[in-house]
């Protein structure tokens, strides 16, 4: 296109998202008449896109960052020809694949969720990464485009983006910042300063390029400034007014989220509604690189009884991701640069092409799988599971985007003993049992460990795997098999008079508990709830309806852990029987593994004693 064609076409954007927004009577198109001249050059000159095959592996990205100014993408869609004018005008209606925050779940040419401020740069660093390191290649590496607002620039997780991607020279990652110096209730921090922006960009190795966000001639060139420029990234601020085009709303504070208050004179000073084509450019024709698993998984082994053979779940984990990296190809790993702890170091040492190094940015750690997750991969992103809550967002955004990411928590509950409560994960069951559509597991063993990591590899969503620091008795065989949704009866008897519910490290204080109660003539069940989501509904109606009471034991708040899952299995409007639950309800401070466990009524001498009173209380049915 030339000028004025571009022109055109900036000025149809701002009229489609007017009528969009007009005929849902919400949204926002001021937000996204300041961006339209930019997405309009990018749209018609430097996009590689095939919107007929939005899987294809040699495609840009575009990632839209700013996703309140989804009026602007569906408006560029219809430019493209992805879609018509009557999808276009049902805009946020129910059952629309237009919403009012784009999602892949609705569009296959959405990257990723960005209804959260703050998420569409780190997510794009992590498709970027992948994009470069990972393949496709054959001499061509996809280029990463993302839209900002200048209002989420507050946020720190861009700057953790913006860091990284200095940091591993992303040269193929262009950030186009919509500089229109209005958030919400107000100016932004920086205002119009484009020079603010850039001290801040250039200090994270990034390439600057400054441009009057409305010449479309200069947008061109800066865009085509970004595709030349080696060895870093690119960032275009361009100083642009929100609502631009119209006088009324033009650069006025007020109407952030608001429909044009008279849309018809707003699109007759706009010109009129237009219907311009964009022929998108192909992208090249490029072979993809992902290898096909080849199905054979040999996973690590242990043999259980021997007291020699204590082995911790966390490092049963990185052999086994290591063993998984080796069998699939396509998965990759990532560490919040602890994976001296996690073991995540394995698979780095085995696979080092397919580890990623996120260092202390949780936010970035689990954005980059996100990424990553949208490129294909099969993400194992790790740290410990006290610092995945600063990350919890992210994963939350992740299940919106219906991202298939696994992420492994170590170092979880009192149970790692001196560090203190500061370093002691003791909501991270909760926090993932709360995400939509995910998998929670909590394994006791290396066997089970092992085997969890395997399949988790082949679940959809958000998966989470939560390990233990300390060493422990392998319990289970190399050959048992762990289906998610499981549980494991540990000990049983026609004459149980309770049963024992456990996870992790305190399903050996339950043994041991159940162990000294056999002594004494009480006989009690002892299951091993290993899924903590799904959980096992028929194996704890049976126990409850044979046994009468349950007692739940783990090392976790009590809010939303594993005796809250245990409750979601009478929730169907049968009788809840006696339940009773054993949880860290106390702040602790440092002391040994075995004096942590004692101090918040989890071990094995607290689970038999709170057994004794429920027993004696206990109706024998």
């Known amino acids: 296109m030339d000028t004025a064609e571009l022109i055109e076409l900036g000025q149809q954007l701002r009229v489609d998202s007017v009528r969009a927004s007009a005929a849902a009577g919400s949204g926002h198109p001021t937000s996204s008449m300041s961006a339209a001249d930019l997405m309009a050059v990018l749209l018609a000159h430097h996009l590689h896109y095939d919107f007929d095959r939005p899987e294809a592996p040699s495609n840009d990205r575009f990632v839209l960052s700013k996703g309140h100014a989804s009026p602007l993408l569906y408006s560029a869609y219809k430019a493209a020809g992805a879609i018509g004018d009557d999808e276009l005008l049902t805009f946020r ?101 484009l020079d603010a ?24 060139r800066a865009l085509g400034e970004a595709e030349s420029t080696r060895g870093r990234p690119t960032v275009i601020l361009a100083r642009t007014l929100k609502g631009r085009g119209v006088a009324s709303v033009q650069d006025r504070e007020g109407l952030h989220g608001k429909p044009l208050p008279h849309a018809d004179e707003a699109i007759e000073e706009l010109g009129g509604v237009r219907d311009l084509r964009v022929r998108v450019q192909a992208p090249p024709t490029v072979r993809s690189l992902h290898s096909v698993p080849d199905g054979h998984l040999d996973l690590p082994r242990w043999e259980p009884g021997d007291s020699a053979e204590e082995v911790a779940t ?25 994976s001296d702890s996690t073991r995540a170091e394995y698979f780095a040492k085995e696979h080092p092409d397919r580890f990623f190094e996120c260092y202390i940015a949780e936010q970035q750690l689990v954005a980059a799988a996100v990424g990553m997750a949208a490129s294909g991969w099969v993400p194992y992103a790790s740290t410990f599971a006290a610092f995945l809550t600063r990350a919890h967002d992210f994963v939350r955004m992740a299940a919106v ?83 998610i949704g499981g549980s494991k009866v540990l000990r049983s008897s026609d004459g149980d008079r309770l049963t024992l519910v456990a996870a992790g490290v305190t399903v050996q204080e339950a043994l041991r508990a159940a162990e000294a109660l056999a002594g004494e003539g009480i006989r009690v069940r002892v299951i091993d709830l290993y899924s903590v989501k ?88």
């Open 197 to 220: 922006y850039a001290r801040r960009f250039q200090a994270f190795d990034w390439h600057t390029v400054k441009v009057d966000g409305h010449d479309v001639d200069a947008v061109d």
């Open 401 to 483: 985007s219906g991202a298939g990411i696994n992420v492994i928590g170590s170092h979880a509950g009192v149970a790692i003993g001196q560090d203190g409560p500061s370093q002691m994960g003791l909501e991270d069951l909760a926090m993932f049992r709360a995400v939509h559509g995910s998998t929670v597991l909590y394994p006791c063993d290396a066997n089970q460990t092992a085997q969890l990591v395997g399949a988790m590899a082949g679940l959809d969503g958000v998966r989470y795997l939560r390990t233990s620091r300390g060493a422990g008795p392998v319990i289970y065989g190399p050959g048992e098999k762990f289906p």
């Open 534 to 621: 799904p959980v096992d509904r028929a194996t704890l109606r049976l126990a409850a309806e044979e046994t009468g009471c349950l007692l739940t034991v783990e090392d976790h708040h009590p809010e939303g852990g594993l005796g809250d899952a245990v409750l979601d299995a009478f929730t169907d409007g049968r009788p809840v029987p006696r339940l009773a639950r054993l949880a860290v309800r106390t702040m602790p401070g440092s002391a040994s593994p075995e004096q942590q466990l004692h101090a918040a009524g989890i071990d094995a001498e607290s689970i038999a004693a709170s057994a004794r009173l429920l027993v004696e209380t206990a109706i024998v049915p």
């Open 314 to 338: 966390r490092d049963a984990y990185g052999q086994a991701l290591a063993a998984l990296g080796t069998a699939r190809p396509d998965v990759v790993a990532l560490d919040g640069e602890v």
């Open 93 to 193: 209606e129910f059952g629309s694949r237009l919403e009012g925050h784009p999602t892949p779940r609705r569009l296959p040419w959405v990257e990723t969720a960005t209804g959260s401020l703050g998420q569409g740069l780190p997510v794009g660093v992590g498709i970027a990464l992948a994009g470069k390191r990972l393949g496709p290649h054959d001499g061509a590496v996809p280029r990463v485009w993302v839209l900002c607002g200048d209002s989420e620039l507050a946020e720190g997780s861009v700057w953790e983006a913006a860091e990284h991607a200095g940091h591993e020279h992303l040269d193929n990652l262009t950030a186009i910042v919509d500089v229109n110096r209005l958030g919400q209730r107000g100016p932004t921090r920086h205002g119009h300063d």
